[in-house]
């Protein structure tokens, strides 16, 4: 009755975990050293650097890598509709100010 | 669930698990969070856009190098709980017990460096409402009102996720959480995590802002 043989056959391996957890700690020191160097750095950082830091957290760290489709649909369609709203209020403040 | 029963009625056929269904059950909360914050960011972001360089002088106050240390501790923290997952898929209570320890450690770690940084603002005057503040103007009156309410509430969920994780070690201990039934443990591992990716966005709009 135990699910042993599809939940327990592909546990992500532990040296994935360290290797996600260096890739956040140097994206994050990339993401510091470019905020001391210009302006335009530090914003291009801010908006390519951070978001890929939240992605490896949930793609790794929170299993979506290794969850079906309807977790990973679900979180598409949540995220999705965030960006939505972030949208919208680029554009009022594009045509407003 | 701990009610007496034999070995043979815990494990009997009938009894009712869905670890998936919990799962899912927790990324629909998550969501939630993933809102009430995205909506602090989109607020954030229109008052930056109407006091771009109030905003950028107030950043200035902040302490980079605190908030980075603070980074690192949670991301460590991240790393910690999910090896705590790890090793209890592996069937290891003592690894799993150790990650959780040093998990609940970063946690604290991460309060007591927010708590200096917090009083060392206060002693400066920059508290909500501090006349300090009302003199700077609204630019900064608005920076430092979204600061002490986005640190605060992600604070406040560090203190939650802490007390969860301790809820969570003392079931690992107990034998509550095994290698075939851990799905509380990961629950609150995806929490700990939601509140790393809170952090994660929180560090460039507030400390590097300047």
């Not at chain 1, 977790?71 to 999705?80: S, Y």
């Not at chain 2, 908030?67 to 069937?91: D, E, F, H, P, W």
């Not at chain 2, 406040?156 to 509550?176: E, P, Q, S």
């Not at chain 2, 995590?193 to 709009?205: E, K, N, R, S």
Request: aromatic share 14%; charged share 15%.
């Amino acid at each position: 009755m135990e699910h042993t043989t599809e939940t327990h056959a592909d546990h992500p391996s532990i040296g994935t975990f360290l290797a996600v957890w260096l890739a956040l700690v140097v994206l994050t020191a990339m993401l510091v050293i470019a905020s001391q160097v210009s302006h335009d750095l530090a914003v291009a950082a801010m908006l390519t650097l951070t978001p890929l830091k939240a992605g490896l957290v949930l793609y790794y760290f929170m299993h979506l890598k290794y969850e079906g489709v309807l977790l990973k649909a679900m979180v598409f369609v949540a995220i999705a509709t965030l960006l939505v709203f972030i949208g919208f209020l680029f554009f009022d403040i594009g045509f407003t100010w | 669930m701990d009610t007496p029963m034999t070995d043979a009625q815990a494990h009997a056929p009938s009894e009712h698990r869905d670890d998936l269904g919990a799962k899912v059950g927790m990324w629909l909360f998550l969501f939630t969070e993933l809102i009430l914050f995205g909506g602090l960011f989109i607020l954030y972001s229109a008052y930056r856009s109407m006091h771009a360089h109030a905003f950028e002088d107030a950043g200035k106050l902040l302490d980079v190098p605190l908030g980075v240390t603070n980074t690192v501790v949670l991301l460590t923290s991240s790393l910690t709980v999910v090896l705590a997952i790890a090793y209890m898929q592996r069937g290891d209570r003592r690894k799993a017990t150790a990650f959780l320890l040093a998990t609940i450690g970063l946690a604290l770690t991460f309060l007591v460096i927010k708590t200096i940084e917090w009083s060392a603002k206060f002693e400066h005057g920059i508290f909500p409402g501090s006349p300090h503040l009302l003199e700077k103007g609204p630019g900064e009156t608005l920076f430092f009102g979204l600061y002490f309410l986005m640190t605060g509430l992600h604070g406040l969920h560090v203190i939650i996720g802490g007390i969860l994780l301790t809820v969570m070690l003392w079931w690992v201990v107990k034998g509550k959480t095994t290698q075939d039934n851990y799905v509380y443990l990961e629950n609150a591992g995806l929490y700990w995590h939601l509140v790393d990716v809170i952090w994660i966005f929180l560090l460039p709009l507030f400390y590097l802002a300047a």
